[in-house]
């Protein structure tokens, strides 16, 4: 049978982009199939493959084909639907599963006798490396898949692939690679970095653009606030949910996941049909809101990115976005949920937390009908990812230095590293870095006549228990007495609750009995609650293209243009920000400043997304009391940044317009922020992937204690002791490039310094400085007067603008 | 690295709270650390994670100035003073016994802390061994803080850190002092150790150490009372 046939079998026909990916496969091309989901990808990548082997007939056993998906949850689905080709078209095939959910016993046939086909994750692609029996499985292997590629660009996991990938093709010189990837704006890099120059791009049916309806707020506040929960609209959305079958909800954060989803199970009586999905829940609860999906039996699923991926339900109808969707890559991943069958439009519908966000979905929807996606910039030069490569191809029965170091200059992301760089990470894998001494006593790699092998089996086994780049906190396991897990929260949150405290997780009520080595001991609680578990982390800004789309929308709206239902509906906030202050046009920079009793404010508008901002307003505070020293606390959002001082500048628009310049960029940035304690809270990451900090092996966590060192306190002794330590300064590099978004922040210098400065001077706050105002209330008071001292605030402004604002505004456009 | 101290008193007796997170009671001219944990960067190496030499070296070097400043004729070592006997290795034994003949009048007592039971401790240090509570003047000296305290008691075990809430963003964990009514428990002395955030109450005072400066901490500055909603929020 040819796939042909298989298909007309199905009662399906192939798209000419799948023809045209299994001719390039014959041709021994590798490439990327650019389509969207549910477009059949995975059959366009698989069948070139079981055509050749039909024609060519049995060949020497061994691993055909890696299919290397992103998340372990999508692995079970892919291969339900390879089986199906493989058992008509090649039913001596074994197609098998290896992941970390994979058992012991079944990893270790694999190993012995692996199937033809193997789908698995990057780490656990990774891991084979570190089994010497299995080199001679993957010299056999022809093909390599990637599945949903623009995921993996542009993070560690994506380097990780790419020297997996090169290692792979050092050892089978034939193999092919192809990768399969949804929109992203980069796409011709992405292939790039796959699969090097010269590969072909197969363009499949592109998405189409999902439906969208935003929930309108009755009266939307013309003081918008964040950080409430958009729980006003619980009604509104109770309605939306019970007009379909199936919804599923997205929220930015677990912890807002877990209140919508409290809140709706206080007000509805959907019962088991509502369930709630994120990636802190114990698996074993996960999987059984993804079964009960998969059957159609719910209703509605509270998630939050841990369900954006992937995993399949035929029968969701529409996706609610509650929030800012801060992107639109991401807004098409989450939309690409709803009715996900080959041209179906998807529905997604908006609701808006506060008035700021009608103005992100009325730009969000236009760049969804114009295609126009974020890009995903590959990473560079990770030497903590590197080093964990090489330790584990040490583990794998070795590797010799000059080889392997070609291998690795043909990856991206280490296309250009340095002599110096390489000859750094081996000396840190064998004798322990600084290049002058060694450690002593230390011991990981031994090298013979530049052959490189991990010095005993005992490092090699914890290594493998250990690879990875995805980095998890210091997790608390919570579980019930009678030892069912419910999943993970993070220590800092629970360390402040004391036996018998009620919080909010996994959907439920919960009583903290006790707490030891990193487990809470909880039993169902009776009493209301107002804490819900919480997890630190960056926010997530508002992408730049998203943010360009902010400030094309104001724009529209300050010039009299047509605004959509949204932007009518932020009309009202809009035309009074106009009234008191100005709404920004294109060209147009605005600068508030507001005398209030603890100061004077300044509110700067870029919209650039919070990173950027942070780093705008440290550079600005910096800049600010450089000339004159004073004390200047900050704060921002995504819309801008606000800048507090005790008595005002004497002449604020000269004294901007001088700290934008675009001039020594770099070194005033580096000097305002706080570098040093910020790369030390982001060396966490990095120590943990080039295997300074040992996460231990699962259930022995007393066993490994006396090897537990924080990364803080790693940074501490490595600045101290061995500050020429390379992963030190990739610390400070990540946190320049990643964190405060450097690239971008300079982007935006340049064009805000290009705009025209408005200065207002106004009596009280406008609705685009009062969300910053209650950012900052929020930061310096308890919860319950924060909200109180907001709620109060918002009702004055709102009485004063009623009334008209009898006082004249004191000095207008200067 | 300037050194201050705060002048203090624990049951009526005047005590210096040391920049180098080491107490003085003057009187009885006794030095108390706690929790130094030597050797702790070898045990790491020794189990191929690669941390730089120098930090024990480093201690050692502290201990001793807080020695010689302080004119100190009696040490009190509050438990673990060695990491473990992955760490204890002939070239610690040796520098050890070469630090110790610098002080050859001093009167060392280590009160046993759960890392030293796993070691055996070299009688060439010439230690005063302690197992359980040994009760100098008015205090009750251990390792681990008792659950129920019978006497004012100086500890160390808990490696305590507070945080605090600095303005703007960034959240500072010091290593402290904690002072409870019923004891005090001392922070780690050595360099590369962890810590415990603790949870002070009304009554409690506490000290932090930064870069060799010592401070008191008004308690409403730690993050137990103003919370960390802000950055309550995280994606997946």
Redesign the interface.
Known sequence: MTPEQWFSKQGWRPFDYQRAAWDAFDSGASGLIHARTGSGKTYAALLGLLRRAIVDGERAEGLRLLWITPLRALAFELEVSIRRAVADLLPAWRVERRTSDTSASARSRQLLDPPEILITTPESASLLLSYEQMGKSLKSLDLVVVDEWHELVGTKRGVQTELVLVSLRSSAPGLQTWGLSATIGNLAEAQEVLCGSGSVLIEGPSSVSPDVDTLLPPAPARFPWAGHMGLQMLEEVISVVERCRSTLLFTNTRNQAEVWHQALQGCTTWGDSLGLHHGSLDRALREDVETRARLGLMRCIVATSSLELGVDFPVVDQVVQVGSPKGIARLLQRAGRSNHAPGRRSRLVFVPTNTFELVEFEAAKRLLREHSVESRKPLTLCLDVLAQHLVTLASGGGFSATATLATVRSTYCFRALSDMQWQWVLHFLTTGGETLRAYTQFHRLEASESRYTIASPALAKRHRMNIGTIVSDGHVIVRFLKGKRLGTVEESFIARLRPGDTFLFAGRTLTLVQLRDMVAIVRRGSRRTHTTAKWLGGRMPLSTHLAQGVRDTLTLAATGGRLGPEGNAACAMLSLQQERSLVPKGGELLLEQVTLRDGTHYFLYPFEGRSAHEGLAALLAYRLSRSEPRTISTVVNDYGLELLVDEPLSNPKTAFLTALDTGSLLEDLLAAIDAGELARRHFREIARIAGLVFQGFPGRIKETRQLQASSGLLYDVFSRHDPENLLLQQAAREVVEQQLEFSRLGDALARISAQQLRLHELPTLSPFSFPLWAARMQAEVSTERWQERVKKMSARLEADSKRGLTRKRSGAAV | MSMECILSTFQQHAVQIRGDRSLYWQRERTLFVADLHLG????????????????TK?DLERLADALRATHAERLVILGDLL??P?GC?S?LIDTLRQWRRGFKALLITLVLGNHDRRVAIPTEWNLDLHDGTLDIGPYACCHEPPTTPQRFYLAGHLHPVVQLDA????RQ?LRCLWVRPTGAVLPAFG?????Y?I?PSKGDQVWAFRDGQVAAVSLSRTS?????????????
């Open positions: 702790k960067d070898k045990a790491f190496r020794a189990q191929g994670i690669p941390v730089p030499t120098g930090a480093d990491h473990g992955e290795s070239e303005r703007g963003r960034m964990r360099s590369f150790t962890g810590g955030r949870r137990e009372e103003t919370g960390p909603r802000r950055k309550a929020e995280q994606h997946r």
